[in-house]
């Protein structure tokens, strides 16, 4: 249901480490560096086709709008996960559900 | 002249900082809610319009502005609006995205704002024979603002289409929440009560929803240092737009950003030696016959990309991002449409669908449906593999 309270709800922010972590057992890893919006999404919902479920899709960015709308787009195929690096790139997880 | 121009440096400064922090992208506002019903950008572009709108309609009212940009109405708006719809959804930002991303770091939208000079250019050349061929068939009617025509007060007026805008908001909202649960609905009578109740409903969860955002903003503030690193709810957005287009409206004029580039293009050409007023279109319409030289309007948007950057470098989401190859026809294919698609309709989505329709323009109406018209054709072509929802 679309409410008015759902305007930011950025995914929860991994820390360093878990990220180092979950990338190393990412399923599918997609290098969306210098792409816009919204070839990710598209490569995003492409990508879990791919995928079982509980599988991790991995993708690295550098669009930060990117970091809102791929969960969004993917809505209740995958749980989604953020790290920021601070330094303008962006790493988006997407658990397969 | 000084003090202008430095109104011009704190409304770009402003549009600037609030663009980037709230990722206000009219490109995202319409395509993701075309692709997948993603309406959180489209809520802060409404109610950045609806906003501007009630406080333009009491600044006008009382006299503190300094005039509407009324173009001719006719279809040229429909047809150039789509052809700038395709083109910021091609390129991925609309005129004011590719300015604050720009700022950000992309060259890829530096790219874009070039070609999107090619296409004014060309325009220009094009304009003494689209301008028999073109503009005069498919022009109806002098260029008005229903400020000025109708006997009911300005600001009556606007507070009367942003209610109205809110109710209709409101009752989707609770028709959506009541249809969510259609066990509840056991008979006739109740599916009618619930119709009936649904603005209520509507108007209740949008309170809610205002009240939720005010704690958080209210929270925020709390820690304005960290806060301000954060990316920002583009309600946030929508409130400080307004304020900076107040300013401008009651201080110079209506906000606009492709007739601004328009004039960069000839001001740079006539810099490189290209004899820019010689041209019809730069010499007597865009520069109005008052010399090619840089206007206060060519320098609020110089500032936006200032603006974009502080926030930006600020944020740490600054840098210098190289676009894939591939991606190179989205900025040179797109941003040659923006240009030629603006000047086209004419207007932007800034001039048509957010300052247009704030001053209630009947040319904006109509260029703001081809716009989106064209960002909902696009969209489906670009989701042609994974679908849309609308």
Redesign the interface.
């Known amino acids: ?10 995914p929860d922010e991994l820390s360093d480490d878990e990220a180092d972590d979950l990338l190393e057992e990412a399923d599918l890893v997609q290098d969306m ?7 990710p ?2 490569e995003a ?2 990508g879990l086709k791919k995928l079982e479920s509980g599988d991790l899709l991995v993708q690295e960015t ?4 990117c970091t ?2 791929v969960p ?2 993917v ?1 209740d195929d995958a749980d989604a996960r953020v790290w ?1 690096s ?4 962006y790493r988006i997880y997407l658990r397969k559900r | 002249m000084v003090p202008t121009l430095l109104i011009a440096a704190i409304v770009g400064l402003a549009l600037g900082v609030f663009l980037q922090k709230g ?1 206000f ?1 009219f ?2 506002a319409f ?2 809610f075309f ?6 950008v489209t ?2 572009v409404l109610a950045a319009t609806l906003l501007t709108m009630v406080f333009w309609g009491i600044a006008y009212q009382f006299g503190y502005y300094q005039g509407f940009w009324t173009p001719e109405w006719g279809l040229t708006g429909l047809v150039g609006g789509f052809i700038f719809g395709v083109g910021m959804t091609y ?3 609309c005129a004011s995205g590719t300015l604050y991303r720009a700022g ?2 992309y060259l ?1 939208f530096w790219l874009t704002l070039l070609f999107m000079g090619v296409g004014y250019a060309a325009f220009t050349v094009a304009f003494p024979t689209l301008e028999s061929a073109y503009f005069e068939p498919l022009t109806f009617g002098d260029g008005v603002s229903l400020f000025a025509v109708t006997s009911i007060p300005a600001s009556l007026l606007a507070l009367a289409i942003a209610g109205g805008g809110v109710l209709v908001y409101a009752t989707l ?1 609770g028709r ?2 009541t249809t ?1 649960t259609p066990e509840e609905r056991s008979n006739a009578a109740s599916v009618q009560l619930t119709v009936l109740l649904a603005p209520i409903a509507g108007l209740r ?2 309170a ?3 009240i ?2 005010v704690r ?1 903003l209210a929270r925020a503030w709390r820690d304005p240092l960290a806060a301000s690193k954060r ?1 920002w ?3 946030t957005a929508a409130l400080g737009i307004t304020g900076a287009a107040v300013l401008w409206f009651t201080q110079v004029s209506i906000v606009g950003v492709t007739g601004p580039e328009a004039r960069w293009t000839g001001y740079l050409l006539s810099q490189a030696g290209v004899e820019a007023e010689s041209y019809e279109y730069w010499g007597s319409v865009l520069f109005q016959g008052q010399g090619v030289d840089v206007t206060t309007d060519m320098v609020m948007i110089g500032f936006v990309i200032v603006g974009a950057f502080l926030a ?1 470098f600020w944020s ?4 210098v ?4 190859r591939r ?1 190179l026809p ?1 900025a040179v294919g797109g941003g040659l449409l923006m240009g030629a698609g603006s000047r086209l309709a004419p207007g932007c989505n800034i001039g048509n669908i957010y300052s247009g329709i704030a001053e209630l323009s009947v040319h904006s109406f109509i260029a703001a449906v081809g716009i989106v018209a064209g960002v909902y054709v696009m ?1 489906h072509w ?2 042609r ?2 679908g849309c929802a609308i």
Request: glycine share 12%; aromatic share 6%; hydrophobic share 25%.
């Open positions: 249901m679309p409410s008015i309270d759902d305007v930011t709800n950025a560096m210098g792409e816009m919006c919204p070839y999404q598209v919902k492409k550098d669009h930060v709008p809102e709308n969004q787009a809505g920021r601070g330094d303008a790139t | 990722r992208c490109v995202n395509r993701d692709a997948y019903k993603d309406s959180r809520k802060g390129a991925g930002g950000e770091g890829q909202l959506s929440a969510a969860q949008f809610r929803g205002t939720e955002y958080g990316p709810d583009p309600r930006a740490g989401d600054f840098s991002r190289v676009p894939k991606r989205n969209t670009i989701y593999e994974v």
